[in-house]
């Protein structure tokens, strides 16, 4: 089981930037593909983004596409989500996640770090 630790939420104005920072401790920490997911109240856990240990290719949902990015620091085992010209139906919770990613979607992930929250309101 890998242990995942998130942070770097918080309140952001709308237009502006974020970026969430997730750690990965275990013996396999960095043996899986690694991604995002969010949950906004009321509203189903999505998907946002993941990278792939295997090639580092990236995939993006497409309503973060071309304003996410998210990267991969092997030697620290972390991984990032840089988070720029947000709205507030960015708001939610986010959840660092790691797996076997197939296709983008939640139940590809089998770990998930304990969420931190990120709110965008002026």
């Known amino acids: 089981q890998v242990q995942l630790v998130e942070s770097g939420g918080g309140v952001v104005q709308p237009g502006g930037s974020r970026r969430l920072s997730c750690g990965a401790s275990?013996?396999?920490?960095?043996?899986?593909?690694r991604g995002w997911c969010r949950q906004a109240p009321g509203k189903e856990r999505e998907a946002v983004s993941c990278?792939?240990?295997?090639?580092?290719?990236?995939v993006y949902a497409h309503f973060v596409k071309g304003r996410f990015t998210i990267s991969r620091d092997h030697a620290q085992n972390t991984v990032y989500l840089q988070m720029n010209s947000l709205t507030p139906e960015d708001t939610a919770v986010y959840y660092c996640?790691?797996?076997?990613?197939?296709?983008?979607?939640?139940?590809?992930?089998?770990?998930w770090g304990q969420g931190t929250q990120v709110t965008v309101s002026s």
């Open positions: 996640a790691a797996g076997v990613v197939a296709a983008l979607h939640p139940s590809a992930f089998g770990s």
């Open positions: 275990g013996s396999n920490g960095d043996d899986y593909d």
């Open positions: 990278i792939r240990l295997s090639d580092g290719s990236t």
